[in-house]
């Protein structure tokens, strides 16, 4: 699969991730091939990883104290996201992931257990300011505000199984993917490649030495492994349990909806089927408009003791103009006109000789002249004009906006998670 293509301007990605770290072990290839790229990319950490272990013998003695966890943990997420090539970065709760009419607030970490199957599980001793235990709808929210203060054209975060079942994962998961929903921005998950869930692959091994530069910045919770002269693109770790994990040639991602194919705009851009079924309209719509319109013109409305106005052909003609010239403007098609007005004289035809010569529908009246001849004139003329849509398209600095939705500049972006492009 193509990770990239290319667009008009430099994408804005949102990655929304739980503690520090795991921008770096879920998506950091990406992140770094983003930027190196020239797309603008944010990273959203949920809390500080307060509750992390702390591996090396230099900092135990930080373990338990989440205020000087959070505070070296802080570090170590700043000097990752400057090797993998200086992402912007926010902190959920904080300026620019927080409505600007709530006081700023802090989310601690949840905790986990490994369970018996491998997987992280809950605590069960989380602290009350955890990220769990915080109202899902403010987390949203505040994950709202940050797609809206960054622009962000698409939002990455954790699969629907946390990526190894962390709660926090879970929680973040939720809260980027309604966010997402609500601010009517792509989302993707990150999944495993090897899953077959991928509907795009991104190529990391170009950025190994940025991912490699970044991990090693987080020496608290990974010991990773010296580089191989015999393979310099292998890139290995151990997590605090013990379990090695080889980082993986290629990052994948699953998108939460396949594309909305486009609603045609056009009689030209629908199905074969489309086109059948909008002539058949039409002419129904014609056939419906004929049959009131030949019941209802005669009929008029007294201007005062002496005069009369006539109501029913003043309005039956306007009908007529209104559907026939908003069918040519909105669908571009002489052949849905031509099926309007032939619906149109059908039916008049059609209550007249059912009604017989006495008819009263149609009588030999200005109205009468108006109603028999009038639609066929007007479906006429709107035949006739010629269709300038295609010479304006090409006039150059015509105004005009792109057809595909972006955002004109003359700058290229890259696309990498944005689904419904």
């Known amino acids: 699969m193509q990770a990239m293509s290319t667009v008009t301007r430099p994408e804005r990605v949102l990655f929304v991730h739980a503690h520090p770290d795991d921008e770096t072990l879920a998506s950091g290839g990406t992140i770094a091939t983003l930027l190196e790229l020239g797309a603008h ?61 709530l006081p700023a607030r802090r989310y601690t970490d949840s905790g986990m257990q490994w369970g018996p199957d491998g997987r992280a599980t809950s605590a069960g001793d989380a602290p009350a300011d955890s990220l769990t235990h915080a109202d899902l709808g403010e987390v949203v929210d505040d994950v709202r505000a940050a797609i809206r203060s960054t622009g962000a054209d698409a939002v990455v975060s954790y699969g629907d199984d946390g990526g190894y079942g962390h709660p926090d994962h879970l929680r973040i998961h939720a809260a980027a993917r ?30 190994r030495g940025r991912v490699r530069a970044a991990l090693e910045q987080y020496r608290s919770q990974v010991a990773v492994d010296p580089a191989d002269p015999q393979d310099p693109v292998s890139l290995s770790y151990v997590m605090p349990h013990g379990v090695r994990h080889q980082v993986p040639a290629v990052e994948a991602f699953r998108h939460d909806t396949p594309p909305a194919p486009a609603a045609p705009q056009t009689y030209a851009e629908m199905s074969g089927q489309g086109k059948a079924t909008a002539v058949v309209v039409a002419a129904v719509v014609g056939v419906l408009v004929g049959a009131l319109g030949t019941i209802t013109h005669q009929q008029t409305i007294a201007i005062g003791s002496w005069s009369t106005a006539p109501l029913g052909m003043v309005l039956t003609t306007l009908i007529v103009v209104g559907i026939v010239v908003g069918i040519r403007l909105l669908y571009r098609s002489r052949l849905l006109v031509a099926a309007v007005g032939i619906g149109i004289i059908l039916a008049t035809q059609v209550l007249v000789a059912v009604a017989g010569d006495a008819s009263p529908l149609v009588p030999a009246n200005p109205a009468g002249y108006v109603w028999t001849f009038g639609p ?10 010629p269709d300038l849509t295609g ?27 944005a689904p419904h492009e």
Do not use: C, K
């Open 41 to 101: 990319v944010t990273v959203l950490t949920a809390t500080r990883g307060e509750r992390g272990e702390m591996l090396t013998e230099e900092l135990a003695p930080l373990a338990g104290d989440g205020l000087r966890v959070a505070a070296h943990r802080e570090t170590e997420i700043a000097a990752a996201l400057a090797a993998l090539g200086g992402p912007a970065h926010l902190w959920l709760g904080g300026p620019g992931a927080r409505p600007t009419d």
């Open 178 to 207: 309604y966010a997402a929903q609500a601010e009517e921005v792509p989302f993707s998950m990150i999944v495993d490649p090897d899953s077959g869930l991928a509907d795009l692959t991104v190529d990391v091994l170009p950025v």
């Open 376 to 385: 066929a004139v007007v479906a006429m003329l709107v035949l006739a004009w």
């Open 391 to 417: 010479l304006r398209a090409q006039q150059p600095g015509n105004g005009q906006q792109p057809t595909n939705g972006q955002r004109p500049t003359d700058e290229p972006r890259s696309v990498v998670a």
